[in-house]
């Protein structure tokens, strides 16, 4: 006589109550992974809210934080003090130069009416010494004439030169002295004579002595 065999109903009762369990347990352990989580692992697993949170915009002023602003602040006074130093540095350069143009205008100047001082006559160079004019449009309206010297010897030589001028009647309202030192032979240069006379009434030049040296 063959045993009896087990309900095939009961079997698949238990079938679905041990899936069921299977299926609770897995829902129960995913929920306590997601709760311990503190987002202090090493996993690197993103976790997620149902909602994102709206940024708090209440500590938003528009305004840099004080310290940023204070660097940028010193930034921008640190830039002007330079720039205010290299302009200063600049115009005093530029004054220096001046200074030293006209130190070696005055040199040149005292030289020359030095070198005059004793010659006789007009001197022994008026053959090496042409006078020309500028005209006045080119130097605002003052009276400029130009020296052409040309050393006309085998030998190296300086020039001393006197300019006159005059006015109308012939007097001599104002005198000028130019010098050019070591001209080599041929050699040519043309230093300028500026009358510091008003432009009117209207002075005439004259070179009065040219002397070799």
């Known amino acids: 006589m063959n045993p009896p065999s087990a309900r095939p109903g009961g079997s698949v009762r238990a079938r679905a ?22 987002g ?15 940024p708090d915009t209440g500590g938003f002023s528009g305004e840099l934080p004080s310290g940023v602003a204070s660097s940028a602040q010193e930034a921008i006074e640190s830039v002007q003090a330079s720039a205010a130093s290299a302009a200063a540095s600049a115009s005093e350069r530029e004054a220096e130069r001046k200074a030293s143009i006209g130190t070696e205008i005055e040199r040149n100047r005292q030289d020359a009416e030095n070198a005059l001082k004793d010659v006789k006559g007009r001197g022994n160079a008026l053959g090496e010494v ?6 006045r449009a080119d130097t605002g309206g003052v009276l400029t004439v130009v020296l052409n010297v040309t050393n006309k010897t085998d030998e190296e030589a300086s020039y001393a030169m006197q ?51």
């Open 130 to 135: 042409a006078m020309t004019g500028k005209p």
């Open 17 to 38: 109550v041990s899936a069921a369990a299977a299926v609770v347990l897995t829902a129960l352990g995913a929920t306590a992974l997601v709760s311990c989580d503190g």
């Open 40 to 54: 202090g692992d090493d996993t690197g697993a993103p976790t997620f809210s149902e909602r994102p949170t709206a």
């Open 163 to 213: 300019v006159d001028f005059l006015d109308a009647s012939g007097k001599v309202v104002e005198t000028q002295f130019v010098g050019v030192e070591d001209l080599e032979p041929g050699e040519r240069e043309q230093p300028l004579v500026i009358s510091r006379q008003p432009p009117e009434p209207v002075l005439t030049p004259r070179l009065t002595k040219a002397q070799r040296y």
